[in-house]
């Protein structure tokens, strides 16, 4: 299977903390990006990284990339119960529509 | 408009009924897709349509027959499903791959199907 792996599966914090996601994945890529899905809706866009580039920030979002180790990680930062959520990576297939998803990481933050 | 709509919300059907699920978007986005998602996991791509011709299609099984009627519409045909069907069946639009950089995809809220 091409698909990422995450980790963590879950991961539980208070208001407050950091959240850091790590996402693996097998192919060579163009691009790198993260999803957010809240319980049974739709996945929302929160971040694309090209892969000539090694670091980038969307307000509370960091988002690292490391090609030669095919590996990134999502970052939030002064987490708030609103992030309670699954957290997906996603890759690009070379020159298709296709995008691979990884595992997944359920986020819960409590108040 | 940034919205992926999809219809119905919810859908409870029995193995011998033929339904639809429809999706629509107007960001003038040109490939479309379904995704069928089971609870705790990524969504599986089932089909990919660009430019209103299917060009992905990830060995779906043929009780699921997708539809592109116009660019802003894509249907799921769905007949004589199985109990393992059961899933939340997941809309999505994107500008079509171009240069090898595959774009950003925006998601419907999504389908909960129920198979009896």
């Known amino acids: 299977s091409q698909q990422g792996e995450e980790d963590p599966q879950a991961l539980s914090i208070q208001e407050g903390e950091n959240a850091t996601m790590n996402c693996s994945y097998k192919?060579?890529?163009?691009?790198l990006q993260w999803y957010r899905q809240n319980s049974g809706r739709g996945l929302v866009h929160l971040i694309l990284?090209?892969?000539?580039?090694r670091e980038k920030h969307s307000g509370r979002l960091r988002v690292t990339l490391d090609t030669s180790k095919k590996s990134s990680s999502l970052l939030i930062t002064a987490s708030r119960a609103a992030d309670t959520a699954s957290y997906f990576c996603?890759?690009?297939?070379?020159?298709?529509?296709?995008?691979?998803f990884g595992t997944g990481t359920r986020l819960q933050v409590f108040p | 408009d940034t919205e992926v709509t999809q219809t119905p919300k919810h859908l409870v059907m029995g193995m011998t009924n033929k339904k639809s699920l429809k999706c629509e978007q107007h960001?003038?986005?040109?490939?479309m897709y379904w995704y069928k998602q089971k609870a705790k996991k990524p969504p599986e791509l089932m089909f990919v349509?660009?430019?209103?011709?299917?060009?992905i299609n990830e060995s779906v099984p043929s009780r699921f027959s997708p539809e592109c009627p116009n660019s802003s519409l894509l249907n799921l045909h769905l007949h004589a499903l199985q109990p393992e069907d059961s899933a939340l069946y997941l809309c999505?639009?994107?500008?079509?791959?171009?240069?090898?950089?595959?774009?950003?995809?925006?998601f419907g809220p999504g389908t909960r199907l129920t198979v009896l």
């Open positions: 999505a639009s994107s500008t079509p791959t171009s240069g090898g950089d595959t774009d950003t995809q925006y």
């Open positions: 349509y660009s430019y209103e011709k299917l060009s």
């Open positions: 192919t060579s890529i163009n691009n």
């Open positions: 996603a890759t690009d297939a070379y020159n298709t529509d296709k995008l691979i």
């Open positions: 990284i090209r892969s000539n580039e």
């Open positions: 960001m003038g986005h040109r490939a």
